[in-house]
């Protein structure tokens, strides 16, 4: 159904969107069985008032225009109705043939605009990502296929961890999400491509080139944090909210078994740094307990820096025998070269969490 409404001159798509009847309603109200248990109502096959055109015909035999009626359907339909099985011919002679109706000929219950089927988001929803004003996915679907239609583009432009932009693609729509946080936008991204693999789209206004996060990292100390920890897919420490990160800035899941979660430490340094780093960030690795740490840093390191990382050892996977350097630096000119933490069974909670769905391509909308 496809309803056009005019407000204030602006055409205004609405859907009238519904709900199953309830299993009660389908138990009093469709109270006649086929031979294979399928349920039906029966329903009348004329309508009040005579006609003149092929609705006020005989059929069958049966005159209804002499009762002041005419048939809800020309003959014709009504031959189909009856081949198809789905006209119901009672035994008392003289009685009105009725049309059998089955549940799933109607649309169900219309829903107002009170919602009150779907639940609010919760600390323990399996679709929570830990943004704070995350909706749940059912709400943005019902608000998208009420207001749009396949193929049409939905723009979020405050799209936080991108509830609305993953319903769009699930229903088959074109979208644009924006939003000001690296934060964001690195969120969106990771959860797109887990929810949809394969699924292709472009991220705009990210650095792009080692002299950009340069400027991010001169500019904004926090975004480039934020940006910097979603190249390496790690999830930002307290939800990358502003604040004293007792030396961890981020951190990546992984699974080394694919069974037991391990976890890495990852710290993000835009500016100067020294030795003293490396030795703060295998403290906070042995605090801790994690596997790996993980030193981004936009200025290269020195060789006593090396050095240090390098005397925190490595960490032998017992479940594949691969050896992995326990403390590794990484610069953001190896980032641009696609160069990544030495890390096994990344398993990152965005990729717990988020729902697969079906793949299809986000096409160019520019």
């Known amino acids: ?165 993953h319903a769009a693609q699930k229903l088959g729509r074109q979208w644009i999400g924006i939003d000001v946080t690296h934060l964001a936008i690195g969120l969106i991204e990771k959860r797109m491509k887990e929810a949809f693999p394969g699924l292709a789209f472009e991220v705009k206004g990210r650095p792009q080139s080692l002299a950009a996060a340069e400027d991010l990292a001169r500019r904004d100390k926090h975004q480039f944090e934020l940006w910097a920890l979603s190249v390496v897919e790690a999830d930002p420490w307290k939800g990358g909210r502003k604040g004293a990160d007792t030396g961890i800035d981020g951190i990546i899941w992984f699974k080394p078994d694919g069974k037991k979660t391990e976890k890495a430490i990852v710290e993000v340094k835009g500016g100067g740094t020294g030795v003293k780093d490396i030795g703060r960030l295998a403290q906070v690795m042995e605090r801790e307990g994690a596997k790996i740490g993980v030193f981004l840093t936009a200025q290269p390191p020195t060789r006593a820096m090396e050095r240090d990382a390098a005397a925190v050892g490595v960490w032998e996977n017992e479940y594949t025998g691969r050896k992995h350097a326990r403390l590794q630096i990484i610069t953001l000119a190896e980032l641009f070269q696609n160069k990544r933490p030495d890390i096994p069974w990344v398993d990152t909670t965005i990729a717990k969490k988020a729902r697969r769905e079906d793949t299809t391509s986000q096409g160019s909308l520019l």
């Open 1 to 165: 159904m496809r309803d056009q409404t005019s407000i204030s001159g602006i055409n205004s798509l609405l859907r009238t969107q519904f709900t199953p009847h309830e299993a009660d309603y389908i138990e009093l109200f469709f109270d006649q069985s086929d031979e294979d248990g399928r349920r039906w109502k029966r329903m009348d096959l004329t309508g009040a008032g005579t006609r003149n055109g092929e609705t006020g015909k005989v059929w069958r035999g049966i005159d209804v225009t002499a009762k002041g009626r005419h048939w809800a359907y020309p003959p014709s339909k009504l031959d189909d109705l009856d081949d198809a099985g789905r006209i119901h011919w009672p035994k008392k002679e003289g009685g009105m043939p009725r049309l059998k109706q089955y549940p799933e000929d109607l649309d169900g219950v219309a829903l107002q605009d009170v919602i009150s089927d779907i639940r609010p988001m919760h600390n323990l929803a399996k679709e929570r990502l830990g943004y704070p004003t995350q909706k749940p996915l059912a709400l943005l679907e019902r608000i998208i296929a009420a207001s749009s239609n396949p193929g049409d583009v939905v723009l979020d432009p405050f799209c936080g961890c991108g509830t609305a932009v």
